[in-house]
């Protein structure tokens, strides 16, 4: 096989994906920047009116941004599990989808953060938390962790993409200068030669086993900032783990639905193929079981303990938030498991329609925890105001929200015209793979 | 407990008419008893308080006490041939008369040098007139708070002055000593004065105020024959500024426990230890491929 040919010819054959703008790509970038907009018009408001305009209170001090914050942190760690553990074990379908997973771990590491700053009242004094951080306190905790994490995950980012930055610099020739000069820049002299390949693929491989661990570490510390209070709700044993199977859930799920959404954008169904969707889909069974599980304990343990606060927890939940907790933890996990559980069942639209459901289920699971358990304090509340113990989200946390999930796929279209989504240096390492594998076979003969 | 305070609120307010204006009250007042007391205490700045306590209380219901206010209480100071008066106070709304009389005041005393006090209720139409007197001798005391060879020495002495206006020490006398407090006195040590005079080494751990000052109370209690009187005496004697202060939160503060520090410190070495190994490992890639981009 002929290396420069063949890395000629995905170039060639990525390179729309990189270079081609349709009109329906402008339109939606168009819609993504407006709900950006209106986002930063909210926000805006939030600080010149301070957090009045929001649904939080004194008594309910969280609300939906926290809940957006676990979920996309959460995704991201998961992101980083799921790809660490494609590069350690050399997974052979990891071309169609590690890409896709290595950008949801960084930009939901970006965007995830930026809502735990939407929930500081004083922005003004947001250095004191580098100033003067208690290291007791499972928030500075976090803090050393998402900032350990997001370094960890650029690093590991970028080693998985000089290979394609070093393919596209020498096979660049039409594309316009800023983008050679760019692509120069980033390949940093990697010529894919024998030394620099194994220093690479030591380099990405152990970045992998440490972005494992370090997914886990960050997971079980985000978790304890809820179960190391006393809070009914929070206060549990199997938190950690618990946020750890719920991230996994949310992780796969977003990157079965990325996968769709790129595959019939870019037409890439030779690269995504239905056995990507069948294999994400019987993992994202398992662990889907698995979250059921932890749920249902989590539940039944505060149900049978008959401890008071626990109680008036769970009648918040089954009257206030009835049909909330019924779409929450029935129908998010329930429906996801029929339809991944018969083989029949498993087409690639109803796949993914299960991913949508779990997403949305466990959005509503995070929301459940935070929000009732906030209306519910261990103190009963008297001539209070109502608003002070109800929650309800306003405008600009909703328009801030979509915001965030409109900077994530605006970021996501933006990488992938930087690099391709399927990365031609894993395409090339497993052909040359499987030509060495012919070449030892025929030599034996 | 609603009800019951209007009761009370009602039922005051009825009294209150019924003394100021002679009108018959709804309230049957042969179901109360009326309680009428007399006392006087001679307070810190040798000023003499006298209190009388007139309450209404229920018969059937001892925790019923309705204070009777308005009422015009005239206080004497009862003499051989005639009663001199010393004032005329009305009850407050806790059923109080309260007249503080001045440190220097000459009272008449009998032969044997007691004061003799009177305080007087006229009647009305519905209530009839009350009167209590009581007698008390002149009590001076005397309280110390000095340190002597570093120990802190209280010293109370106790003395009456004789028709000759000689001290003469006062036995046999049963004192409490406490210290001030914002809302009360807290008692520390109760003794008894044997010979006029009593010394003890003050032990107590009291902070007082944000310098250390505190006031010491010596306290007769409602004494046979000198009635209730008060002495004080201030001190630096408080500890307040023994008391350990709080801690800055600082990152490296003993606050945490130290295996917290070594958890994460060995975990936060490991993992950027390897950040600057790959960091280091691309700087040789990039090496490497300036050596090839140098020879083409």
């Given at each position: 096989m002929d290396l420069d040919i063949r890395k000629r010819e995905l170039v060639k054959e990525f390179s729309p994906m990189l270079t081609k703008s349709t009109l329906t790509s402008k339109i939606w970038i168009g819609i993504l920047i407006a709900v950006i907009a209106t986002g930063l018009l909210a926000f805006v408001l939030q600080v010149v009116k301070g957090h009045e305009v929001t649904g939080m209170r004194d008594n309910v001090v969280w609300g939906i941004y926290i809940i957006n914050f676990i979920f996309f942190v959460c995704l991201s760690y998961s992101g980083a599990f799921i790809s660490g553990i494609l590069h350690f074990f050399k997974?052979?379908?990891?071309?169609?989808v590690s890409r896709i997973v290595e950008i949801i771990t960084v930009l939901s590491l970006i965007v995830g953060p930026i809502f735990i700053l939407l929930c500081i009242g004083r922005l003004d004094r947001l250095h004191y938390l580098f100033l003067y951080p208690r290291i007791q306190s499972p928030i500075t905790w976090d803090i050393i962790a998402i900032m350990t994490d997001l370094v960890g995950c650029f690093i590991y980012l970028y080693l998985t993409f000089i290979p394609d930055f070093a393919i596209l610099r020498d096979n660049s020739e039409d594309a316009p200068n800023w983008r050679k000069k760019l692509y120069r820049f980033l390949a940093i002299g990697y010529y894919d030669t024998e030394t620099q390949r194994k220093t690479l693929h030591k380099l990405t491989r152990t970045m992998s086993a440490m972005v494992i661990a370090l997914a886990i570490v960050a997971y079980s510390v985000l978790a304890w900032i809820f179960s190391l209070t006393l809070q009914p709700g929070w206060n549990s044993s199997i938190f950690a783990p618990y946020f750890i199977v719920a991230g996994l859930y949310s992780g796969i799920a977003v990157i079965i639905i990325a996968m769709y959404l790129i595959r019939k954008f870019y037409h890439l169904e030779h690269y995504i193929r239905k056995i990507h969707f069948t294999s994400a889909g019987i993992i994202l069974l398992i662990v889907s079981m698995l979250y059921g599980y932890f749920t249902f304990s989590e539940y039944f343990s505060r149900w049978f303990s008959h401890k008071i606060s626990d109680a008036h927890l769970l009648e918040t939940l089954f009257g206030k938030y009835f049909w909330q907790f019924i779409l929450a933890n029935y129908v998010g996990v329930l429906l996801p498991v029929f339809i991944l559980f018969f083989k029949k069942l498993r087409t690639i639209p109803l796949i993914t329609f299960a991913s949508v459901v779990a997403i949305l289920g466990l959005w509503l699971n995070r929301y459940l925890i935070v929000v009732p358990t906030l209306e519910t304090p261990y103190l009963p509340i008297q001539d209070t105001r109502e608003e002070f113990v109800h929650y309800t989200a306003t405008w600009i946390e909703w328009s801030l929200s979509f915001a965030g999930v409109a900077a994530f796929i605006l970021f996501f279209i933006l990488l992938m015209r930087l690099v391709p989504i399927i990365p031609m240096s894993g395409i090339i390492d497993y052909e040359r793979d499987q030509d060495s594998k012919k070449h030892k076979v025929s030599t034996q003969n | 407990m609603k009800s019951k305070l209007f009761t009370y609120f009602t039922c005051t307010m009825l009294f209150g008419l019924l003394l100021s204006f002679g009108v018959q009250a709804?309230?049957?007042?042969?179901?109360y008893k009326i309680l009428y007391k007399f006392n006087t205490t001679k307070q810190v700045d040798n000023t003499r308080l006298l209190e009388v306590s007139f309450v209404a209380r229920n018969n059937e219901d001892k925790t019923d006490i309705l204070p009777l206010y308005g009422a015009d209480i005239i206080f004497y100071n009862e003499g051989d041939s005639n009663d001199v008066k010393l004032g005329t106070v009305q009850t407050d709304q806790e059923g109080f008369a309260r007249l503080v009389m001045p440190a220097d005041y000459k009272y008449i005393t009998d032969a044997e040098g007691y004061i003799n006090l009177k305080a007087r209720f006229k009647s009305t139409d519905a209530l009839p007139s009350k009167s209590k007197s009581l007698a008390v001798k002149d009590l001076f005391l005397e309280l110390v708070c000095e340190e002597i060879d570093s120990v802190k020495t209280v010293t109370l002495r106790a003395y009456a002055l004789d028709s000759s206006m000689t001290k003469a020490p006062v036995e046999e006398l049963d004192v409490i000593f406490s210290v001030g407090g914002m809302i009360s006195r807290m008692p520390f040590r109760e003794e008894t004065l044997e010979d006029g005079e009593f010394e003890f080494e003050y032990e107590a751990n009291v902070p007082g105020d944000k310098d250390g000052n505190f006031d010491l109370y010596a306290f007769i209690d409602d004494?046979?024959?000198?009635g209730t009187v008060l002495v004080s005496a201030k001190t630096n004697w408080g500890t307040f500024n023994k008391q350990v202060q709080a801690k800055k939160n600082t990152l490296w503060s003993d606050v945490a426990p130290i295996w917290m520090y070594v958890v994460l410190s060995i975990l936060l070495l490991g993992v950027w230890a390897n950040y600057v190994y790959s960091a280091f490992n691309l700087l040789k890639i990039r090496k490497e491929g300036k050596a090839i981009e140098d020879k083409k």
């Open positions: 997974t052979p379908w990891k071309n169609a | 709804q309230i049957n007042l042969d179901d004494n046979d024959d000198f």
